[in-house]
């Protein structure tokens, strides 16, 4: 397989289109469970929560399309790393402890402070790991994969293809068997396990690390894009009569299985996705108003938990139909315009002005692209 040539601004506009889908999945999920469910949306978006799979896959696959043959010193990496996703997460923490305390509720000092140490999912205890900002639990995964990923390229980029491929049924095969294997544990120690700990989520990472080493090196998917968007459709339509069946209290109710099976489905489409880019043809997800959308994803999965919050304190859950309809609206209409102008205001000025804070050393290694931006999690 051959090399790709580097990539551009937004070389891999698809992705950066899918980050909207995924942080979209996500809010309708939220809304879905803490305001109230609209009749057919809510039933296909009720495990909303496996778009945080989505973007664990796709840190691994962007990540690695991006740095592997850069030649660029870990500490520049991680220093890239804390100024694309830090100011903004301490933003959101401060947006969204002033909201606690304004609705009466105390807050874990300890648990803010270990959010803003990018630590929180480590510990068990769901007033930890939910911190300061519940939606930033996620933040303490990426920030362990990116810890992480320095090693896992040095071990896997020069690596036949053949490796890749074992590589991603071996984690693919031990989330099989790990789902089944923590079941015995406590619920809350089990839902923890599963759903929040760094070192469990850490396969869906490696399945994406090897997927972009594999696209990096001109590899094709056999699943081509449309085919894979139905794939992930039908699955998450699955979801909806195992729901009736089982209980989410239950170890092999859809909650975990949504999160957990859904990799292999996600790096699909991400790959699909992205080898469209590559060989010029359109997706459907590159247009500018879909880029600008996923450009402002971050910001929005951050802080649309934070204005439900608001929303269900100052005027309570709706009745359902209409009501619920006009509520979700003017959910969704503020909090993406609190995201763009947290895009705009917070997220890429600040990043910007830390990553020039940096002197990378004489070989000056070049900037990281605008595709990485795809690769933040949530």
């Known amino acids: 397989m051959s090399p790709i040539p580097g990539t551009g601004r937004d070389r891999l506009p698809s992705l ?95 648990a803010v402070a270990a959010t803003l140490l990018l630590a929180h999912a480590w510990f068990p205890q769901p007033v930890m790991f939910t911190g300061g900002n519940p939606a930033a639990w996620s933040l303490s995964d990426e920030a362990w994969f990116y810890l992480l990923f320095p090693a896992l390229l040095a071990l896997l980029a020069g690596r036949r293809a053949r490796v890749w491929l074992w590589t991603a049924v071996a984690v693919t095969c031990a989330a099989l068997v790990l789902w089944p294997a923590l079941s015995g544990l406590e619920p809350t120690t089990r839902t923890w396990a599963l759903d929040y700990l760094p070192l469990t989520r850490s396969l869906q990472f490696v399945l994406g690390v090897v997927a972009g080493l594999a696209l990096k090196r001109g590899w094709r998917p056999p699943v081509p894009l449309p085919v894979a968007i139905a794939l992930v459709i039908a699955w998450h339509l699955v979801l909806i009569p195992w729901s009736d069946a089982v209980p989410d209290a239950y170890w092999y109710s859809p909650y975990t299985a949504s999160q957990w099976l859904s990799a292999p489905l996600f790096a699909a489409l991400i790959c699909a996705a992205a080898r469209a880019d590559l060989d010029g043809r359109r997706t459907g997800l590159g247009g500018p108003w879909t880029i600008r959308l996923g450009h402002w994803s971050f910001a929005w999965y951050l802080l649309h938990e934070i204005v439900i919050r608001v929303a269900v304190f100052e005027w309570g859950k709706p009745s359902r139909g209409t009501e619920t309809l006009v509520f979700w609206a003017g959910v969704l209409t503020v909090s993406l315009a609190a995201a763009a102008l947290a895009y705009h205001c917070v997220e890429h000025p600040a990043e910007r002005w830390l990553r020039r804070r940096f002197v990378a050393g004489p070989d000056r290694p070049p900037v990281m692209t605008e595709v990485s931006r795809a690769g933040a999690g949530r």
């Open 16 to 110: 950066t289109g899918l980050r909207f889908w995924a942080a979209a999945l996500v809010v309708l999920y939220h809304l879905s469970r803490q305001v109230g469910p609209v009749p057919g949306l809510s039933e296909a978006v009720w495990y909303g929560r496996s778009g945080v799979t989505f973007f664990f896959v796709l840190s691994g696959v962007v990540l690695a399309w991006t740095y592997d043959g850069a030649r660029v010193p870990t500490r520049v990496f991680l220093w890239r790393r804390f100024a694309r996703v830090w100011p903004l997460l301490a933003v959101s923490v401060g947006a969204s402890v002033a909201v606690w305390a304004a609705m009466g509720k105390a807050v874990s000092l300890k």
